[in-house]
């Protein structure tokens, strides 16, 4: 009863439509994209203003409720769901889209949390700005989501991950204080970097409410192709070349094996292969830049060109047009887009130092053959910053609950691999409650002591997002 009448109140404060209890309204907030988390909640609060979301934290306080804070819900950890036994609220952020003011004079954008990657790409483009954090999730996935997990992308190799494009924070705390950050500044060394607790802290620390972002130039100029490799070793090798003919250029190089796009154009129906099934490893380059009579579809055939010349390279595509930019883009988000729609791929997000990519391509194939013999490796992404998305498919004919039964072994091995080359279990997709216990057991006893600190200063009633990241 008492629960029932915290949330009537919450009600009347949220107004219509800003707290969901009917099950089928809150049914799509209670599992993952993924469909491996299911959770319970009381009801789900879409507070319209950064004062809404103080008092739902403030009443979720006074009754001992936990709170999950959800972003678009494309997140791969199922941070976003709620888990264990406490009452649950979970506080959406999808009714707080506005973006608040652009300024080109200081280059920053503050957006609320609620608005969508895609809705911050098109504000900076329609003020003649980058925002250069992409991926194949952003129409749905939000900027406080993005804060939340410092997400990664397609361009982290020029531009950095979220973290770097963060100048500032509005965000609450888990006893409904409201901490106005968002300060635009670049340089500001007055004390702790305080908004650096909450990027990448998964909401365990406070509810992002809005952020101030930094804007770049937009680039004016592009290059983009598409390389045949021999294997992840020459993708490797390629990369390093092309760093030494085209430095910060770079802003893309992704490794894409044949397998994946066989499964993404058996899952579509339409497109081809470029090199028509030739070749077992290709890598899509992109260079970019501000300066507008660079020629960089030049300098790529040049780079390309000296590759050819030392063998790193098989075969090439070198685009000459926008439209045949997004084709080879549509295959590189067709290719990931096809394994998160799978029941029957395994996904990861290992990171290893860019030199032992092609080791760590070599055994975690070896390890997962070893455990599933015909299981179908899918190892792809970002390999210009060591983390690759090391995915496997079923093998033929094997049905989703025998996979399922073999997944957590296949998850736990390629892990193993990463961290015996010096990588991270979780290079962009966070922890979450997926990779919690394995972070437990493989993280240093001081890191997760440290982690436990922070986590019991800010949040010492375990308020926020519990069972997310650390235990306490
Ligand atoms: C097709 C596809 C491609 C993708 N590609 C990439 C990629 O290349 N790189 C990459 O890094 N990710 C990628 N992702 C994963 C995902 O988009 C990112 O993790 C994204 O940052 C999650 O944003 P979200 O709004 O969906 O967050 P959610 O999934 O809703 O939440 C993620 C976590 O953040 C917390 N959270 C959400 N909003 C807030 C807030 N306002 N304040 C505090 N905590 C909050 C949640 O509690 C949860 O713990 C991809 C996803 C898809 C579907």
């Not at 804060?147 to 991950?161: D, F, K, P, Q, W």
């Not at 888990?174 to 950050?181: I, L």
Request: charged share 20%; aromatic share 4%.
């Amino acid at each position: 009863m008492a629960a029932a009448s915290s949330i009537e109140a919450l009600t009347a404060r949220l107004g219509r439509g800003g707290v969901l209890t009917a099950p089928h309204d809150m049914a799509p907030y209670l599992g993952d994209l993924l469909g491996l988390y299911r959770g319970e909640a009381l009801c789900v609060a879409r507070p319209r203003d950064t004062g809404a979301v103080a008092e739902t934290l403030r009443l979720a306080a006074a009754h001992g409720f936990a709170v999950t804070p959800a972003g678009g819900r494309t997140g791969f950890c199922g941070g976003a769901v709620p888990t264990g036994a406490r009452p649950h609220i979970i506080l959406s952020l999808e009714r707080m889209r506005r973006i608040r003011s652009v300024d080109t004079v200081n280059d920053a954008l503050i957006a609320e949390a609620g608005c969508t990657l895609a809705e911050i790409r098109q504000a900076a483009d329609a003020a003649g700005r980058l925002f250069p954090v992409s991926h194949g999730g952003e129409g749905t996935s939000q900027i406080g989501g993005m804060i939340a997990t410092n997400a990664g992308g397609n361009n982290v190799l020029r531009y950095g991950m979220t973290r770097a494009h963060v100048l500032g924070l509005e965000v609450v705390l888990a006893d409904g204080t409201v901490w106005d950050g968002l300060r635009t500044l670049r340089k500001d060394n007055a004390g702790y970097d305080l908004k650096q607790l909450f990027i990448g802290a998964e909401g365990t620390l406070g509810v992002v409410t809005a952020a101030a972002l930094a804007l770049r130039p937009k680039p004016l100029a592009r290059g983009t192709a598409l390389a045949a490799v021999a294997d992840p070793q020459a993708a490797l090798d390629l990369f390093v070349h092309m760093r030494g003919q085209a430095g910060e250029l770079i802003s893309a190089f992704e490794l894409m094996p044949k397998a994946g796009i066989d499964l993404h154009l058996a899952r579509s129906g339409a497109g081809r292969d470029p090199f028509g099934g030739a070749h077992s490893w290709m890598v899509l380059i992109e260079l970019e830049t501000v300066i507008a009579n660079l020629d960089l579809t030049e300098l790529m055939e040049t780079a390309l060109a000296g590759a050819f010349e030392r063998a790193l390279a098989l075969d090439a595509i070198i685009t000459q047009s926008e439209a045949q930019r997004r084709e080879l883009w549509a295959l590189r988000e067709g290719l990931a887009e096809a394994q998160a729609a799978n029941p029957r791929a395994l996904k990861s997000d290992t990171s290893v130092p860019l030199g032992a990519s092609p080791e760590f391509v070599r055994r975690a194939g070896e390890a997962v053959e070893a455990i599933l013999p015909g299981a179908v490796p899918v190892p792809f992404g970002h390999i210009g910053d060591g983390n690759i998305h090391f995915n496997v498919v079923a093998p033929k004919g094997m049905d989703v609950a025998g996979f399922s039964a073999v997944t957590p072994r296949l998850t736990e091995a390629i892990r193993e691999v990463a961290l015996a080359l010096g990588g991270s279990i979780a290079a962009e997709h966070g922890l979450g409650q997926s990779k919690r216990q394995a972070a437990a057991e493989t993280k240093p006893p001081a890191e997760l002591d440290l982690m436990r600190r922070v986590k019991r200063a800010l949040d010492p009633d375990t308020r926020l997002n519990p069972g997310k990241i650390v235990d306490v």
